[in-house]
């Protein structure tokens, strides 16, 4: 089966409870991949052989067909997987992300910190700073976006998975985005595998408390998902995020992300975070979110136990959708015990 007609090559990673799998989306069905399984594997592999991933996944369609609507819905044996992952190592891959790069999104960080907040001149300065140097001339270097750690692997959640408000946060709230998926191949080179939907999942009160807790506010579970976009157009992408409570939506927002809408080019979000030696560990995979557009917490929404979240951008397959569950339990003591003392 050729490429020709497909449009971009879609992948999800799926398992049944014993094995793991990669499927190619060919709606309403899944063609499972009898050559890998893992994203990861098949990129490796393309990288080693110095062939595209489309390439070798077009030409691996000879497995089984699931139809789609019932793993999506999660009513079949199989379920969803984040698209990419470490499968082996959950540390090695890193979860990161570049704000400030939307109209949107320094709108809303501005408001959050308040106009006579000392932390909003520094939003909006690093937000024009974007602005003036984001997008250099061909081959030069242009000005560094603000960048910021989410965790590991261990934090990635698939659709229908929930995202969890932990007992010591203070609010979660969804922050509708396109994720960049990435591997550093045996010598050293980050390569681009793909693009998916992504809900970046922040909190946001503790945020506004003081900008300089915005590090620790982006430590919390997020989603991908469900499909991994190989080669995707990023110029302009349309989207829509809502938010549904008790099976009604109680807010919605028509949404721009990609280059277009950015004022940080790919190239120089990429340059500007793959530049750290220390990101490039051949056999590391890393998952970058973009930036949001807008936030639901800069209309006054505050999410609840049970909401649901729900993320589309054009052409990048079916809807991302989480719960949202938040930990009512009180936030505890974690002891730290030296080795010289046993633990009671």
């Known amino acids: 089966m050729s490429h020709a007609g497909w449009g971009a090559?879609?992948?999800?990673?799926?398992?049944?409870?014993s094995a793991r799998r990669v499927g190619l989306v060919d709606e309403p069905h899944i063609r499972l991949l009898t050559s890998a399984s893992s994203v990861?594997?098949?990129?490796?592999?393309?990288?080693?052989?110095?062939?595209?991933?489309?390439?070798?996944?077009?030409?691996?369609?000879?497995?089984?067909?699931?139809?789609?609507?019932?793993?999506?819905?999660g009513v079949s044996e199989w379920r969803l997987l984040p698209p990419i992952d470490h499968p082996d190592e959950p540390a090695r891959c890193l979860v990161s992300g570049t704000g400030l790069t939307h109209v949107?999104?320094?709108?809303?960080?501005?408001?959050?910190?308040?106009?006579?907040?000392?932390?909003?001149?520094?939003?909006?300065?690093?937000?024009r700073a974007g602005i003036e140097g984001g997008r250099p001339g061909?081959?030069?270097?242009?000005?560094?976006?603000?960048?910021?750690?989410?965790?590991?692997?261990?934090?990635?959640?698939?659709?229908?998975?929930?995202?969890?408000?932990?007992?010591?946060a203070e609010d979660g709230g969804e922050e509708a985005e396109i994720a960049g998926i990435y591997v550093i191949d045996r010598v050293g080179r980050p390569r681009r595998i793909g693009m998916a939907a992504g809900n970046e999942f922040s909190d946001h009160v503790y945020e506004r408390r003081n900008y300089l807790h915005?590090?620790?506010?982006?430590?919390?579970?997020?989603?991908?998902?469900?499909?991994?976009?190989?080669?995707?157009?990023?110029?302009s992408v349309a989207g829509e995020v809502w938010i549904e409570r008790d099976g009604v939506r109680i807010w919605a927002k028509?949404?721009?992300?990609?280059?277009?809408?950015?004022?940080?080019?790919l190239e120089n979000v990429e340059h500007h975070h793959f530049k750290y030696e220390a990101h490039r560990a051949p056999g590391d995979v890393h998952v970058h979110f973009f930036g949001a557009p807008t936030l639901s917490y800069g209309d006054g929404i505050v999410l609840r136990d049970g909401d649901a979240v729900a993320i589309a951008f054009e052409g990048f397959g079916r809807v991302l959708r989480n719960v949202v569950r938040v930990d009512g339990s009180a936030d505890t003591l974690v002891r730290v015990l030296p080795l010289t003392r046993a633990p009671s």
């Open 9 to 17: 090559v879609r992948l999800v990673q799926l398992s049944d409870g």
């Open 214 to 235: 915005l590090a620790a506010s982006k430590l919390r579970t997020c989603a991908l998902g469900p499909e991994l976009v190989v080669d995707p157009d990023f110029g």
């Open 40 to 73: 990861y594997a098949l990129a490796l592999e393309a990288a080693d052989a110095r062939v595209s991933l489309t390439e070798i996944v077009t030409t691996d369609t000879a497995g089984e067909r699931l139809p789609y609507d019932s793993v999506y819905e």
């Open 104 to 127: 949107g999104s320094a709108r809303d960080r501005d408001a959050m910190h308040g106009s006579d907040d000392d932390a909003a001149t520094d939003s909006m300065r690093m937000f």
């Open 138 to 168: 061909p081959g030069t270097i242009g000005t560094a976006p603000e960048w910021f750690y989410k965790g590991t692997g261990r934090m990635l959640r698939a659709h229908g998975e929930p995202l969890v408000v932990p007992a010591y």
């Open 254 to 265: 028509h949404i721009t992300s990609g280059e277009a809408a950015m004022c940080h080019s």
